[in-house]
């Protein structure tokens, strides 16, 4: 059993920074690929960040230059780092981690955390 638990969101000012962090804890053996994806009011999940097992990450245009996702293998944790914060930054952000477990080290399979909320006034 995989759990995700993702943390630091809150509300701040246009132009400030937060840093989100999603930890996986359990029968873990590997974190693979891993994202981040937002969901605003009224709109559709969007992809924000992702990154490949071999470190190449993607990042959605809006966000570039802005954004960096890393992870943490020790601590199973993965993180988005978001710099330059805007009021269309306004989202539920989710991390999604493809994991193999200890029972199945070969076959990895998708989690998504809970959600954060972030919301950056004008």
Known sequence: QV?????GGGLVQAGGSLTLSCAASGSIFRINAM???RQAPGKQRELVATSTTGGTTNYADSVKGRF????DNVKNT???QMNS???DDTAVYY??????????PFR???YWGQG?????SS
């Open 3 to 7: 759990q995700l638990v993702e943390s």
């Open 116 to 120: 954060t909320q972030v919301t950056v």
């Open 78 to 80: 993965v993180y988005l």
């Open 108 to 110: 990895p399979i998708d």
């Open 35 to 37: 994202g981040w994806y």
């Open 95 to 104: 991390c999604n981690l493809g994991i193999t477990t200890i029972a199945m």
């Open 85 to 87: 914060l805007e009021p």
């Open 68 to 71: 960096t996702i890393s992870r």
